[in-house]
C-alpha cells in the first residue's frame, strides 16, 4: 500500500502534467484563431451582402458625380471669374476621391460599377445616359453649358452646379435614413457638408 505521502506527490504531477496540457491547448487555439476569445477573421465583414439601399446610393452616387467633374471641366475652360474656377477646383479635389471610394465599395460587394456617363437605377440597371432627376442635368442641358462663355457661362454654371449639389445633398440625406454601415454614414455626411458650404458659397455669387 502506497503511502499517504507518495500518493500526494503523485497526484500533484498528475495536476501539474494537465495543466500543463491546458495551457499548451489554449495558446494553440489563441495561435489558430479558435478560441472563445479570438477575434473574429478579417473575411467575415467582407461576405457580408451589402445593404439595398448603400449599393443604390454608390451606383446612382457616381455618375452624379462624374457629371459634377465634368461641369468643372468646363467650367476651368471657360469661366470668366476666378472664384468659379476655384470652386471647379475644389469639386475636383473633392468628387473625384469619393467616386474611387465608392467604386471600391461595389467591387468589394460584387456589384455593378457604373461606366462613366451612365446613369444606372435602383436594382443597378443602366438607364442609358444621363438623365434629369436628383439634380442631373440633361445632355442638352449640358450642351447648352458649353455652348457659353464669359459672365453668361458663370451664371449658368452657378445655376446647374446648386441644383446639382441640392441633388447629392438629399440623395445622402436619404441614405443616412437607412444604412447602418459606418463608412457610408460618414461619407453621405462629408456630402452634405461639403455641398452645402459650397452652395452657400454660390448663391453668394449669383448674387453679386
Known amino acids: 500500500m502506497r503511502s499517504p505521502a507518495r500518493r500526494t506527490a503523485v497526484l500533484a504531477g498528475t495536476a501539474m502534467a494537465v495543466s500543463s496540457l491546458l495551457v499548451a491547448c489554449g495558446a494553440e487555439e489563441a495561435t489558430n484563431g479558435t478560441g472563445a476569445g479570438a477575434a473574429a477573421s478579417p473575411s467575415a465583414a467582407t461576405t457580408t451582402a451589402a445593404d439595398p439601399g448603400d449599393v443604390a446610393f454608390a451606383q446612382m452616387m457616381i455618375p452624379h458625380h462624374q ?34 471610394t465608392m467604386s471600391g465599395w461595389l467591387q468589394g460587394w460584387g456589384t455593378p460599377v457604373p461606366s462613366p456617363g451612365v446613369a444606372m437605377d435602383h436594382s443597378g440597371h443602366d438607364m442609358g445616359g444621363m438623365s434629369g432627376g436628383t439634380g442631373m442635368m440633361t445632355q442638352q442641358q449640358m450642351d447648352d453649358l458649353a455652348a457659353a462663355s464669359g459672365m453668361q457661362f458663370d451664371q449658368m454654371w452657378l445655376g446647374m452646379m446648386i441644383a446639382h449639389h441640392e441633388g447629392a445633398i438629399e440623395m445622402s440625406r436619404q441614405v443616412l435614413e437607412t444604412t447602418s454601415d459606418p463608412q457610408v454614414e460618414q461619407l453621405a455626411q462629408a456630402i452634405i457638408d461639403g455641398q452645402a458650404a459650397e452652395v452657400a458659397t454660390m448663391r453668394t455669387l449669383m448674387d453679386s
Open 67 to 100: 457629371q459634377a467633374l465634368e461641369m468643372a471641366d468646363l467650367a476651368l475652360a471657360s469661366a470668366e471669374s476666378p472664384q468659379v474656377r476655384d470652386l471647379a477646383e475644389q469639386i475636383q479635389a473633392a468628387q473625384q476621391p469619393e467616386i474611387n
